[in-house]
């Protein structure tokens, strides 16, 4: 067990050094960006254990399995949902209900954006939102810039409302035990003013000055959204699964349901409903095709990550430095949640936000002791959550979802460089954060 194992470093080297130099090495392989993450994060896990901050058994105890089951039970759902077409026609419908304005398109896509984040994930949300976007921009001739800018807000925007939205709130969720209610009750009401205030922002930045011509919109409202569904059946199928997966979280508590259960057992039945028909070498090949859509460098990347993560923990500095950061808030709960915040803004604008918030969840787990008791620490795990998922907006490389459209962006031929990014990025992702701060100095302290 993890509780008695004790780290054997030879030449008797401390094990709070050793892990904390792996931990900061991993953390700068992937900054970088040389090597996939998903590697970097595997041999990080397996270095730990080479030294002895880790045997094999605490390693395995250190993962999170029931996040990991959470995501790549989600990760099948939409594998299967997609094919059908739903998304893409929610894309092209959304524009028609405005009549092709551009202004109008532009805050349409914004709210599709962020209500398929919040019930999907935003990284999955933009791989489906963006080519609808691209071709709907060059149909009416307007410059795509404004619209991918402001889906990359809006995924990580609801993103962060609910457990499931984004991987920083499945790695809180799963290791504090705070639910779907949990995330809807206390961290989608500020989500929800946050995404008025920053539509408002990207209208009088870009909206109001955006025209096309009307022959551009009669080609716009001329697409044929229904024939985006490629799969009626599937559709249907796979509208009913998720409808009940969302239900199942609403009401895991009363059910005594575990997220991961959850999603595994709603990407088990639709993949049974999805291949009903098939028999065979055929059907072998839809699961297969349905596992192949699985990011599962993303699953091995949280795996290599929890094992790394857990080395610093059991070595102690995690506990040393919560008791630190006790200290410097005077023992005042709301300037920790202050410093939980800003900090967590900050340094997800600039790195990765999982490993931040992955190791930044022990961390806080360790000042429970000194505010008396894990119940009264819980406003901090919602300042984790807005800082850490809303400060992926600051900068390019912040969150997963902008990196993957910049890259759909490059191979598109559209310019969306880091610099042009920063200039609109950071005063936005700031008023965003004060928003979070006034909400949570209201709410909570």
């Given at each position: 067990m993890t509780e008695t194992f004790t780290p054997h470093i030879p030449f008797g080297?401390?094990?709070?050094?050793v892990s904390l130099v792996v931990l900061a090495v991993t953390y700068g392989f992937i900054v970088a960006?040389?090597?996939?993450r998903a590697v970097v994060a595997l041999?990080?896990?397996v270095v730990v254990i080479i030294v002895g901050a880790l045997d094999q058994p605490a390693a395995l105890s250190g993962i999170d399995w029931d996040t990991i089951g959470l995501?790549?039970?989600?990760?099948?759902?939409?594998a299967i949902a997609r094919r059908s077409g739903l998304f893409q026609y929610l894309a092209v419908w959304s524009a028609q209900r405005v009549k092709a304005n551009p202004a109008g398109v532009l805050l349409m896509l914004q709210v599709a954006t962020g209500l398929l984040s919040a019930v999907l994930n935003n990284v999955s949300t933009v791989l489906l939102i963006v080519p609808v976007t691209l071709a709907i921009a060059e149909e009416l001739e307007v410059p795509p810039f404004p619209f991918l800018f402001a889906e990359v807000f809006a995924s990580n925007i609801g993103g962060t409302a609910t457990l499931i939205g984004d991987p920083p709130n499945i790695l809180i969720g799963t290791a504090t035990g705070l639910d779907f209610n949990d995330f809807l009750i206390n961290v989608a009401p500020v989500t929800v003013a946050i995404m008025a205030v920053q539509a408002a922002m990207v209208h009088l930045i870009w909206g109001r000055g955006l025209r096309a011509s009307p022959e551009s919109r009669v080609l716009v409202m001329g697409m044929n959204a229904p024939g985006l569904i490629n799969d009626w059946v599937l559709l249907r199928r796979s509208a009913v699964v998720m409808i009940a997966v969302l239900i199942a979280f609403v009401f895991a508590a009363p059910l005594h349901l575990q997220p991961a259960t959850i999603a595994l057992a709603g990407a088990a039945v639709l993949m049974l409903l999805d291949n009903w028909k098939h028999r065979g070498v055929k059907q072998a090949d839809n699961v297969r095709s349905t596992f192949a859509e699985v990011d599962w460098a993303t699953i091995?990347?949280?795996i290599g990550l929890f094992v790394v993560v857990h080395a610093v923990e059991v070595s102690g500095v995690l506990r040393i430095a919560a008791a630190k950061l006790v200290m410097l808030t005077?023992?005042?709960?709301?300037?920790?949640?202050?410093i939980v915040l800003w900090a967590s803004a900050f340094f997800s604008a600039v790195f990765d936000n999982i490993p931040f918030v992955a190791t930044m969840i022990p961390l806080i787990k360790g000042m429970a002791g000194a505010y008396g008791g894990p119940r009264e620490i819980e406003p901090l795990w919602w300042c984790l959550s807005l800082g850490a998922c809303l400060g992926g907006n600051g900068t390019l490389t912040g969150a997963s979802a902008n990196l993957t459209i910049a890259g759909i962006a490059e191979r598109n031929g559209i310019r969306f460089g880091f610099v042009q990014y920063l200039v609109y990025g950071v005063p936005m992702t700031?008023?965003?954060?004060v928003i979070c701060q006034l909400y949570l100095w209201l709410r909570y302290f």
């Amino acid at each position: 067990m993890t509780e008695t194992f004790t780290p054997h470093i030879p030449f008797g080297l401390d094990p709070m050094w050793v892990s904390l130099v792996v931990l900061a090495v991993t953390y700068g392989f992937i900054v970088a960006g040389r090597f996939n993450r998903a590697v970097v994060a595997l041999i990080g896990a397996v270095v730990v254990i080479i030294v002895g901050a880790l045997d094999q058994p605490a390693a395995l105890s250190g993962i999170d399995w029931d996040t990991i089951g959470l995501i790549t039970g989600l990760m099948v759902l939409i594998a299967i949902a997609r094919r059908s077409g739903l998304f893409q026609y929610l894309a092209v419908w959304s524009a028609q209900r405005v009549k092709a304005n551009p202004a109008g398109v532009l805050l349409m896509l914004q709210v599709a954006t962020g209500l398929l984040s919040a019930v999907l994930n935003n990284v999955s949300t933009v791989l489906l939102i963006v080519p609808v976007t691209l071709a709907i921009a060059e149909e009416l001739e307007v410059p795509p810039f404004p619209f991918l800018f402001a889906e990359v807000f809006a995924s990580n925007i609801g993103g962060t409302a609910t457990l499931i939205g984004d991987p920083p709130n499945i790695l809180i969720g799963t290791a504090t035990g705070l639910d779907f209610n949990d995330f809807l009750i206390n961290v989608a009401p500020v989500t929800v003013a946050i995404m008025a205030v920053q539509a408002a922002m990207v209208h009088l930045i870009w909206g109001r000055g955006l025209r096309a011509s009307p022959e551009s919109r009669v080609l716009v409202m001329g697409m044929n959204a229904p024939g985006l569904i490629n799969d009626w059946v599937l559709l249907r199928r796979s509208a009913v699964v998720m409808i009940a997966v969302l239900i199942a979280f609403v009401f895991a508590a009363p059910l005594h349901l575990q997220p991961a259960t959850i999603a595994l057992a709603g990407a088990a039945v639709l993949m049974l409903l999805d291949n009903w028909k098939h028999r065979g070498v055929k059907q072998a090949d839809n699961v297969r095709s349905t596992f192949a859509e699985v990011d599962w460098a993303t699953i091995f990347f949280f795996i290599g990550l929890f094992v790394v993560v857990h080395a610093v923990e059991v070595s102690g500095v995690l506990r040393i430095a919560a008791a630190k950061l006790v200290m410097l808030t005077g023992g005042r709960i709301a300037v920790a949640g202050a410093i939980v915040l800003w900090a967590s803004a900050f340094f997800s604008a600039v790195f990765d936000n999982i490993p931040f918030v992955a190791t930044m969840i022990p961390l806080i787990k360790g000042m429970a002791g000194a505010y008396g008791g894990p119940r009264e620490i819980e406003p901090l795990w919602w300042c984790l959550s807005l800082g850490a998922c809303l400060g992926g907006n600051g900068t390019l490389t912040g969150a997963s979802a902008n990196l993957t459209i910049a890259g759909i962006a490059e191979r598109n031929g559209i310019r969306f460089g880091f610099v042009q990014y920063l200039v609109y990025g950071v005063p936005m992702t700031l008023v965003s954060i004060v928003i979070c701060q006034l909400y949570l100095w209201l709410r909570y302290f």
